[in-house]
């Protein structure tokens, strides 16, 4: 059964760290890979997504990266903000309509 | 723009009472998805829509059903609801299967007594 797995479930830190979040999967058939943020009570916002033949993507401070034969993708933030607290998703689907989400990773990032 | 809209935003139901999910994208896609989101689990796909006149069924599409209306529509209906499934149900769409993006709306949150 293909499964994700996001380690730390959850995670403070003081203003300013550069911080990175891991996602796990067990596939290596990867099609693509998306890292998305979800605010309490709301709805998931994509961040970055990551294509098989890539290997990192970059958005402002955030800089996703995809090791398919390790089959590990990693979130870095860099200079991090209390805005930046979220609950922080990684996806993966294997080139089918089927993407496989982890749980999460809960930031909380203090002022 | 308004992206993905899904109506109602909550929902309380009892035990065998029917009803209907809606969700309505406006980004011309073609790959619609309903998700169901409970703690500890993540998401779980319930049903997606590949194209206009198609569905398939996801990870856990028992007790559910689902209608692409249209291309800018998709569905989702529980015709007799289980308190098992009280949870968040998200929809989303991408331009086209797995290649692309999945834009969510904001969410139901729906509970089951």
């Known amino acids: 059964k293909q499964e994700v ?3 730390p479930a959850a995670l403070s830190v003081p203003e300013g760290e550069n911080l990175v979040l ?3 999967f067990t596939d290596s058939a990867i099609y693509n890979l998306q890292w998305f943020r979800q ?8 961040l970055l997504l990551i294509q098989s033949s890539q290997r990192e993507q970059t958005s402002g401070r ?3 990266s995809l090791d398919k034969s390790s089959g590990r993708s990693t979130l870095y933030i860099a200079a991090s903000q209390p805005g930046d ?3 922080y998703l990684c996806a993966f689907t294997s080139g089918t309509y089927k993407y496989i989400f982890g749980t999460g990773t809960r930031l909380k990032v203090l002022a | 723009n308004a992206g993905v809209t899904q109506t109602p935003k909550f929902q309380v139901l009892k035990t065998g009472q029917s009803m209907t999910l809606q969700c309505a994208q406006d980004m011309n896609h073609n790959s619609m998805y309903w998700y169901r989101q409970d703690p500890g689990m ?8 590949a194209s206009e006149g198609t569905t398939d069924k996801g990870e856990v599409p028992n007790g ?3 209608s692409r209306l249209n291309k800018r529509e998709f569905s989702l209906r529980l015709e007799s609801a289980a308190p098992s499934q009280t949870s968040v149900y998200f929809c989303a769409s991408s331009p086209s299967g797995g290649a692309h993006e999945q834009f969510f709306g904001p969410g139901t949150r729906l509970t089951v007594l």
């Open chain 1, 5 to 7: 797995t996001q380690i």
């Open chain 1, 22 to 24: 891991n996602c796990s």
């Open chain 1, 39 to 46: 605010d309490p009570g709301k709805g998931l916002t994509s």
């Open chain 1, 62 to 64: 955030l800089n996703a």
């Open chain 1, 85 to 87: 607290s979220a609950t």
């Open chain 2, 42 to 49: 993540g998401l779980r796909l319930i049903y997606y829509s």
């Open chain 2, 64 to 66: 559910y059903n689902v």
